[in-house]
């Protein structure tokens, strides 16, 4: 696989359109995602935000645009295919299979022909302390917060680079969201690049780089972390946080 060059975005959209059915969705979304970027995609329910992450993954019906990964064209590919160019997503319901183990769960995912390694079980333990302790427990016996730890760390056993991760704080105890947090600070560490759907703005705001606000299947607001205090008052009018 073709090493793209530093200067390359890892995720660039250009006038992104999406359709489910009859029903248009995305309007000219245009993003562009460095690596090594935590980026948070802001918005109220029903702007937009999940429709994006699924439209980058080419889970929506029709869509029309650009959507390149590290350069490289995606909108007229399958699914599988933009996975293997080193995409993980995590959707809102988690989608972990419950039947197996925790550790079963770990064991499932395929290496990705990234040119990286994806995690080792014993790194994942490291980063999941809870998964450690939870490694024989099937997926229906995990808390709410381990099962979304663990549809995390299935990602990162892949050799994903790029993670997709669509409201991973939603209706969690302070204490899990915190851990996510954490995690999400050792993953920009390690050079992962990240795109968060987030309803929670308290968690998103010290952890993004950059900022999207989504209205209506467009962005309409877009910022950097050191403009945060002076959007506070549009955050306000848009988000109502």
């Known amino acids: 696989m073709a090493t793209a060059s530093s200067n390359t975005p890892a995720l660039e959209i250009r006038n992104l359109e999406a359709w489910y059915g009859e029903s248009h969705?995305?309007?000219?979304?245009?993003?562009?995602?460095?690596?090594?970027e935590v980026v948070t995609l802001l918005g109220r329910n029903g702007a937009g935000?999940?429709?994006?992450?699924?439209?980058?993954?080419?889970?929506?019906g029709a869509r029309r645009g650009s959507v390149q990964i590290n350069g490289v064209e995606t909108?007229?590919?399958?699914?599988?295919?933009?996975?293997?160019?080193?995409?993980?997503?995590?959707?809102?319901?988690?989608?972990?299979f419950s039947s197996l183990s925790c550790e079963e769960n770990l064991?499932?995912?395929?290496?990705l022909n990234t040119g990286r390694k994806g995690m080792s079980v014993?790194?994942?333990?490291a980063m999941f302390p809870n998964l450690a302790e939870r490694r024989?427990?099937?997926?229906?016996?995990?808390?709410?917060?381990?099962?979304?730890?663990?549809?995390?760390?299935?990602?990162?056993?892949?050799?994903?680079?790029?993670?997709?991760?669509?409201?991973?704080?939603?209706?969690?105890?302070?204490v899990i969201v915190q851990?996510?947090?954490?995690?999400?600070t050792m993953l920009r560490e390690r050079g992962y690049t990240v795109v968060m759907v987030e309803q929670n703005f308290r968690f998103a705001a010290p952890l993004a780089d950059r900022f999207y606000v989504m209205e209506h299947g467009r962005i309409?607001?877009?910022?950097?972390?050191?403009?945060?205090?002076?959007?506070?008052?549009?955050?306000?009018?848009l988000l109502g946080v």
């Open 107 to 111: 064991l499932l995912p395929p290496v």
């Open 220 to 237: 309409v607001e877009r910022f950097g972390a050191s403009e945060l205090q002076e959007k506070m008052p549009v955050l306000n009018q």
């Open 179 to 184: 851990a996510l947090a954490r995690m999400i």
């Open 136 to 174: 024989h427990s099937q997926g229906t016996r995990l808390s709410g917060g381990e099962q979304q730890m663990l549809a995390v760390a299935r990602i990162l056993r892949t050799g994903a680079q790029l993670l997709l991760l669509d409201e991973i704080s939603e209706g969690l105890a302070p």
């Open 25 to 36: 969705v995305l309007h000219g979304v245009d993003m562009v995602v460095q690596p090594g």
């Open 122 to 125: 014993e790194e994942i333990y």
């Open 49 to 60: 935000r999940t429709t994006t992450m699924r439209a980058i993954m080419g889970l929506t």
């Open 75 to 96: 909108i007229a590919m399958a699914t599988h295919r933009i996975a293997h160019l080193g995409v993980g997503y995590c959707p809102e319901e988690r989608g972990i």
